[in-house]
């Protein structure tokens, strides 16, 4: 009963299932491998492009099924057992919603992997949860893609119902003005870009429009209260520093920090502040700048510290949003998905090691970069690219 009442379940859920829209990952993955994960931040789609990927396979729940581990069919039945089983009935694909809600996640799915070599297996987790540092390793076993928040290039489709194709960096830095005039059809990207740097991070938006903010606010809390004390075991009292931790953040994004005077605020000790940078930003509630462009060490201070995306500084203080940190939180944000992005000595950011950015307004005139090579401008408010000056909106192109 309880096994048929999940198949039911499955079906339902991808029976009305837009397929119109599809993210950017979407044909990115290799679908044929037999175990694939799909991290990254809560509310960001995860679940929606695991469906889609269900629904196309055009099975019955029989042979194709999605469950979420945090069934109440889960807190007494063991996953391997079920996988076991619906193998043994002629399953061939499981996709597992939230397998960080399973506390014996990493054993078992290795048991399924080793075990029932012809059963292909798509799972979800929280962006927090690093599947490579779990009890037994999958790194051999699991291929897993990291699923960022809507780019803007993906919001105007979303919005518009169009196609438009992402760009290089390359075709960003040397676009044409017949290039921008033929991506700014139907509609001017300077009239929607405000509209996405305040709502348009989360897929979501387009149910909840009226109630984004508290939408967002809700999928913090539970980060914050559920999914981060779930995987890593911190009590209530880190919970209410990490949130007060945030706060004020928020009011001083992009923070250099001062990490002894921050951590005498918090009532806490530097490590402790340190491990909440390193919580927050495995969470994607911020985005950490460093000088090295290969990994983060969260033993040493970032350089500085943003919030995630936009959307957050709306979220957190829709009154006093500094326009300068808005632009820069942007760049970092589109960026960080396919580049990597460094603190520099000169200019706002270092991309790939190559390239060096100022952000700014139409009027930044880039004196601290005029003597680099491969320097340029991200420029707010204007449409066209003039020179070594870029339109900002064109760098959520690429992705």
């Not at 396979?57 to 889960?74: K, N, P, Q, R, T």
Request: glycine share 6%.
């Amino acid at each position: 009963m309880e096994i048929q009442r999940l198949k039911t379940f499955s079906t339902l859920r991808v029976m009305n299932l837009p397929m119109d829209f599809k993210r950017y990952l979407y044909d990115d993955m290799i679908w044929s491998d037999r175990l694939i994960g799909l991290s990254g931040a809560r509310g960001t789609g995860k679940t929606t492009l695991m469906l889609q990927r269900l629904k196309s396979l055009g099975l019955a729940a029989e042979e194709a099924l999605y469950v979420s581990l945090d069934d109440m069919f889960f807190t007494d039945n063991k996953l391997v057992y079920f996988a076991e089983d619906y193998y043994a009935h002629g399953g061939k694909y499981l996709f597992l919603d939230e397998i960080h809600k399973y506390g014996n996640w990493s054993q078992e799915l290795k048991n399924i992997y080793d075990n029932l070599p012809e059963l292909k297996v798509v799972f979800t987790s929280s962006s927090a949860l690093d599947i490579h540092r779990g009890q037994y390793d999958l790194s051999r076993r699991a291929l897993v893609y990291k699923l960022a928040g809507l780019s803007f290039r993906e919001y105007i489709n979303f919005v518009y119902g169009l196609h438009l194709a992402p760009l290089t960096l390359e075709e960003v830095l040397h676009i044409s003005v017949d290039k921008i005039s033929e991506i700014s059809q139907p509609e001017k990207p300077l009239m929607l870009f405000s509209t996405y740097l305040k709502t348009g991070y989360y897929p979501f938006f387009a149910e909840y429009k009226e109630s984004y903010f508290l939408r967002l606010t809700e999928v913090l809390n539970t980060v914050l209260e559920s999914d981060l004390p779930g995987i890593f075991n911190i009590d209530v009292s880190s919970v209410v520093k990490l949130k007060k931790f945030i706060y004020l953040l928020s009011s001083m994004v992009p923070f250099t920090p001062n990490i002894s005077k921050l951590a005498e605020r918090l009532n806490v000790t530097r490590p402790g502040l340190l491990r909440y940078i390193e919580l927050l930003d495995r969470a994607n509630i911020l985005n950490l700048l460093t000088e090295n462009p290969f990994g983060i060490n969260y033993l040493n201070k970032p350089e500085k510290i943003f919030l995630e995306n936009t959307n957050l500084m709306y979220a957190y203080d829709e009154n006093n949003v500094n326009k300068g940190t808005l632009r820069e939180t942007f760049f970092l944000n589109q960026l960080a998905v396919k580049h990597s992005v460094s603190y520099p000595k000169d200019g706002d950011f270092m991309v790939d090691a190559k390239y060096l950015f100022e952000v700014g307004g139409k009027n930044k005139s880039g004196k601290q970069i005029v003597d680099h090579g491969n320097a340029y401008i991200a420029s707010d408010e204007i449409e066209y690219r003039t020179g070594n000056k870029i339109p900002l909106w064109l760098f959520g192109f690429l992705y």
